[in-house]
C-alpha cells in the first residue's frame, strides 16, 4: 500500500522560510515522477512545484525563485524548500507521486493525473 506522509507545515511570518518533506513507503521514488501542490480554501488545487520525465522541473510563476523542490531517492523523500513566503502562499500544501512521468509542466496543469496523494501539511503565512 503506497502512503505518502507530507510534514513541515507550520506558521511563519511573511519574509520567513519553511521545508517540506513528503516521506513514502510502499513506493520507489527514483521510478515516478513526484510533485507538490496546494490548495486554499475555495480554490481550485494549484500546481506548485513539478519534477517531470527526464526529472524535468517546472515551478509555477508565482513561486518561481523563492521554492526549489528537490528529492531524495536514498531517503524515498521529497522537500520542497520554501523562502521568502508571502501570505498569498498559505494553503494546505498536498505532495503526489505518478509512474507515467509525463512533464512537469503538464503534472501542473493537470494535477489529478497523479496517481498518490498526501494528506497534506498547512502552511500559514501572516503579515
Known amino acids: 500500500q503506497v502512503q505518502l506522509v507530507e510534514s513541515g507545515g507550520g506558521s511563519v511570518q511573511s519574509g520567513g522560510s519553511l521545508r517540506l518533506s513528503c516521506a513514502g513507503s510502499?513506493?520507489?521514488?527514483?521510478?515516478?515522477?513526484m510533485g507538490w501542490f496546494r490548495q486554499a480554501p475555495g480554490t481550485e488545487r494549484e500546481g506548485v512545484a513539478a519534477i517531470g520525465g527526464a526529472r524535468s522541473i517546472r515551478y509555477a510563476d508565482s513561486v518561481k525563485g523563492r521554492f526549489t523542490i528537490s528529492q531524495d531517492n536514498a531517503k524515498n523523500t521529497l522537500y520542497l524548500q520554501m523562502n521568502s513566503l508571502k501570505p498569498e502562499d498559505t494553503a494546505m500544501y498536498y505532495c503526489?507521486?505518478?509512474?507515467?512521468?509525463?512533464?512537469?509542466?503538464?503534472?501542473?496543469?493537470?494535477?489529478?493525473?497523479?496517481?498518490?496523494w498526501g494528506q497534506g501539511t498547512q502552511v500559514t503565512v501572516s503579515d
Open positions: 503526489a507521486a505518478d509512474w507515467t512521468c509525463y512533464t512537469g509542466a503538464y503534472y501542473l496543469q493537470n494535477p489529478y493525473k497523479y496517481k498518490y
Open positions: 510502499g513506493i520507489t521514488y527514483s521510478s515516478y515522477c
